[in-house]
């Protein structure tokens, strides 16, 4: 199975990716988590993406396309991938049709998480990011059991450095330009499947599962 999991900056597609993929084993693959541990580790991509991070705007396409095309042909991936923030232009859309037809895979479902833009500035600036295992968490709305400490893997939690608000509204404003356009393009397809993100973790949780239950008998 191949899942893309599309939304806005802070629509929770790392929260539900986490469990969906726990929940249908599939790999979850993040370009973000991909960019973010590159900058760490300041190996070249990583140093050739920092600055567009930090600002908040897109890391170039041929960037982010040559990644996924290398990830997608490693091997832990033929189970099944949970695709989350790729692709984000229609470009990389485009590349990612080639990629997977010389692998000879395809796109089983496509999920748009959709909410609105005040709160999703509430939920990024109050997210926190643990540095060990990359799992989210919000101050507010989804607390560690221990503050401030992963309840997977006791690591210590972070803020990112894109989440405050000044680099929030320009990566919302980033994604009205250049990722939206992209619901049109998957919209014309017939595995698109939009749904409201601005309820609680669980019900979003659900909704998505019981679509890609369907896709998956589909599929068979
Ligand atoms: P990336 O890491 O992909 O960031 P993003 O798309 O901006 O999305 P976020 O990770 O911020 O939000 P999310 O939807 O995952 O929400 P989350 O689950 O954490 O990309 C970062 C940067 O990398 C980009 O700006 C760009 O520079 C670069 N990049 C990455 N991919 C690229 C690509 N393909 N092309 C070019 N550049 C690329 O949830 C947010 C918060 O809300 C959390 O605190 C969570 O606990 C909480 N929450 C989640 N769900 C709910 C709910 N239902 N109710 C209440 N709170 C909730
Ligand atoms: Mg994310
Ligand atoms: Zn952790």
Redesign the pocket.
């Known amino acids: 199975m191949l899942v893309i999991l599309m939304?806005p900056?802070?629509?929770?597609?790392?929260?539900q990716a986490e469990r969906i993929a726990r929940e249908f084993d599939l790999l979850h693959v993040?370009?973000?988590?991909m960019?973010r541990s590159a900058v760490k580790d300041k190996t070249t991509l990583g140093e050739k993406a920092k600055a567009?991070?930090e600002r908040?705007?897109?890391?170039p396409d041929e960037l982010?396309i040559a990644i996924i095309k290398e990830r997608l042909a490693d091997t832990d991936c033929a189970g099944g991938v949970l695709l989350?923030?790729?692709?984000?232009t229609v470009e990389?859309a485009e590349a990612l049709e080639q990629v997977l037809d010389d692998l000879s895979l395809k796109i089983d479902a496509v999920i748009n998480v959709d909410v609105a833009k005040d709160e999703l500035l509430n939920?990024?600036t109050?997210?926190r990011v643990c540095r060990g295992c990359a799992s989210?968490?919000?101050i507010k709305?989804?607390p560690p059991r221990v503050r401030n400490i992963c309840d997977h893997c006791s690591g210590e939690l972070y803020q990112r450095s894109?989440d405050t608000v000044d680099t929030v509204k320009e990566?919302l404003d980033v994604y009205s330009k250049q990722t939206h356009p992209l619901i049109e393009y998957y919209q014309r397809k017939n595995i698109y499947h939009a749904v409201d993100?601005a309820?609680?973790?669980e019900a979003?949780f659900e909704e998505i599962a019981a679509y890609l239950e369907k896709s998956k008998i589909k599929g068979n």
């Open positions: 939304g900056p802070g629509a929770g597609k790392g929260t993040s370009t973000g988590d960019l567009y991070m908040g705007a897109l890391v982010v989350d923030g790729f692709p984000r990389q939920r990024l109050g997210r989210t968490y919000h709305f989804n894109d990566r993100g309820r609680s973790i979003v």
